[in-house]
């Protein structure tokens, strides 16, 4: 049974910082392309960041470029979004989902319902 499971959300106050990991289960990860997206309360669902499965291509959305970095960790088949210098306007929950198709990263990121595996979410709320 393929599953990704998110962990590390929680309440920070501006400025600071969260470790949000995605773990897989019943499939290799770095034989997808991974996707972090955002869906604050009332708006649709948005792309952060999205890498191929070689990790050369990588896409991060602009207003969270220089503060978000996704990695993969192969030997424990989880990806990482760290993210840095919160902002309230960063509330919201973080799914990560994945796909099989070799379609680029930014494409994939802007287009969510190309992927083909997520998770549940885990929230994260910016405020002081």
């Known amino acids: 049974q393929l599953q990704l499971v998110e962990s590390g959300g929680g309440l920070v106050q501006p400025g600071g910082s969260l470790r949000l990991s995605c773990a897989a289960s019943g499939f290799t990860l770095d034989a997808y392309t991974i996707g972090w997206f955002r869906q604050a309360p009332g708006k649709e669902r948005v792309g952060v960041s999205c890498?191929?499965?070689?990790?050369?291509?990588?896409y991060v959305a602009d207003s969270v470029k220089g503060r978000f970095t996704i990695s993969r960790d192969n030997a424990k088949n989880t990806v990482h979004l760290q993210m840095n210098s919160l902002k309230p306007e960063d509330t919201g929950t973080y799914f990560c989902a994945a796909t099989r198709t070799r379609d680029p990263p930014e494409y994939l990121c802007h287009v969510p319902y190309g992927m083909d595996y997520w998770g549940e979410g885990t929230l994260v709320t910016v405020s002081s």
């Open positions: 890498f191929d499965r070689s990790d050369t291509n990588t």
